[in-house]
């Protein structure tokens, strides 16, 4: 199993997903890569094809 997330806000991961013949894109928040990776097969495992970190830029 995976180590606990201890970040206040962990880092937001884009699900790119195959719905009959489109292409959707779901939001999840996860610990790190591999913990977004195991989630979206977890969720999708027969449409899923990309998992991809979105990163927010801070303004200051």
Same mark, same amino acid.
Not at 25 to 43: F, H, N, Q, S
């Given at each position: 199993? =995976? +180590?606990?997330?201890? *970040?206040?806000?962990?880092?937001?991961?884009?699900?790119?997903? #195959?719905? =009959? =013949?489109?292409? $959707?894109? #779901? /939001?999840? *928040?996860?610990?790190? #890569?591999?913990?977004?990776? +195991?989630?979206?097969?977890?969720?999708?495992?027969?449409?899923l094809m990309a998992v $991809?970190? +979105? *990163? *927010?830029?801070? /303004?200051r």
């Open positions: 199993m =995976g +180590r606990p997330c201890l *970040e206040l806000m962990p880092p937001a991961y884009d699900l790119i997903i #195959e719905r =009959g =013949g489109a292409i $959707v894109v #779901e /939001t999840i *928040e996860a610990c790190d #890569e591999d913990a977004a990776w +195991r989630l979206a097969l977890m969720l999708h495992i027969d449409a $991809v970190c +979105r *990163e *927010e830029h801070k /303004t």
